[in-house]
């Protein structure tokens, strides 16, 4: 098994950053892929960011692309997203995620989910 913990929400104003970070604990030799997703009221959990064991591949979503940059660090079996020029659409729960396989975008592609941290960023 694997546990992941966020950390680094909060409330920010439009166009200021945040970075969040997920340690993983547990199995984490068995993690491939590490994903961040995020989930708005009314609306369902969709994906922010993904990047690959080596870091050789990252993906990320069209709304974040050149404002959000996610990073890990293996030694300390944690990933981060650096989220830059926030816009008050960008406001949800941001959920960390683990793979053990090559993933993506799809919700059903991750094996572990962390408890989310909160992202509100006011006008």
């Known amino acids: 098994q694997v546990q992941l913990v966020e950390s680094g929400g909060g409330l920010v104003q439009a166009g200021g950053s945040l970075k969040l970070s997920c340690g993983a604990s547990?199995?984490?030799?068995?993690?491939?892929?590490m994903g961040w997703f995020r989930q708005a009221p009314g609306k369902e959990r969709e994906f922010v960011a993904a990047?690959?064991?080596?870091?050789?591949?990252?993906y990320y979503a069209d709304s974040v692309k050149g404002r959000f940059t996610i990073s890990r660090d293996n030694a300390k079996s944690t990933v981060y997203l650096q989220m830059n020029s926030l816009k008050p659409e960008d406001t949800a729960v941001y959920y960390c995620a683990a793979s053990v396989a090559f993933s993506t975008m799809a919700t059903t592609q991750y094996d572990y989910w962390g408890q989310g941290t909160q992202v509100t960023v006011s006008s």
């Open positions: 547990g199995r984490t030799y068995s993690i491939y892929t």
């Open positions: 990047i690959s064991r080596s870091a050789s591949v990252v």
